[in-house]
């Protein structure tokens, strides 16, 4: 399996633009995550998906963000309008179990590379 | 989540054991150290957890205090391949956005030839 996938791994926006990231979970796993990496907040689960239906969006910082899932394979993550604050490095993540995210937390979270967003 | 405290770097000689501090003094009872690490421009590897018992698996090995305020990650054989950012994480039994990983500066570990 080549893991989870993301694309793009860079993008440079203009503020106001819209920004859609996108990922491909490992084939199987039932759960997908979406994180946002900043130095000064570390990593931030945004939002994630059991079997393509979003659990928990409590992450997500405003309504401009939002989250779909359409298939088993596929999901994306969309910011409207984008924010030079919004610049961050954004991680997909699945999971075979919601494990990763209970106790113990013994099953970790399989991430992609990232997109590197940077909003000017 | 508890604040944890790591020297900013450290170098390890290629094949020598690397042992990555961490404080923790204001961990509470029921939660785990976590280590993650980040090799440059990739996502998040989960590495081991504990609670208060030592732990090992095929990567490392994680020696927590009596008192459970610090702990100390062991890489006992690092190769090249193990440089990377190591960040120790406390976390407690919470759900739902308590998949935050709060990773803080972490221990930028470089392994020499």
């Known amino acids: 399996d080549a893991g989870v996938i993301q694309s793009p791994r860079h993008e440079v926006t203009e503020m106001g633009q819209e920004v859609t990231l996108r990922c491909k979970p490992i084939s199987g796993h039932d759960y997908l995550f979406w994180y946002r990496q900043t130095m000064m907040r570390g990593l931030e689960l945004l939002i994630y998906f059991n079997n393509n239906v979003p659990i928990d969006d409590s992450g997500m910082p405003e309504d401009r963000f939002s989250a779909k899932m359409p298939n088993a394979s596929f999901s994306t993550l969309k910011i409207q309008p984008s924010e030079p604050r919004d610049s961050a490095v954004y991680f997909c993540?699945?999971?075979?179990?919601?494990?990763?995210?209970?106790?113990?937390?013994?099953?970790?979270?399989?991430f992609g590379q990232g997109t590197r967003l940077t909003v000017v | 989540d508890a604040k944890t405290t790591q020297p900013p770097s450290m170098d390890c000689a290629e094949g020598r054991a690397a042992n990555l501090p961490c404080n923790h003094s204001t961990i509470s009872g029921n939660e785990y150290v976590y280590w993650y690490r980040q090799i440059h421009s990739q996502g998040p590897q989960y590495i081991i957890h504990?609670?208060?018992n030592n732990e090992t698996n095929e990567m490392a090995s994680l020696i927590i205090t009596e008192d459970r305020k610090s702990s100390t990650l062991i890489l006992p054989h690092a190769t090249l391949r193990d440089t990377a950012v190591y960040y120790c994480?406390?976390?407690?039994?919470?759900?739902?956005?308590?998949?935050?990983?709060?990773f803080g500066k972490g221990t930028k570990l470089s392994v020499k030839p």
């Open positions: 504990g609670l208060k």
């Open positions: 993540a699945s999971s075979p179990s919601d494990r990763a995210l209970l106790p113990p937390f013994n099953t970790e979270a399989f």
């Open positions: 994480i406390v976390r407690g039994h919470y759900g739902g956005s308590q998949g935050n990983l709060i």
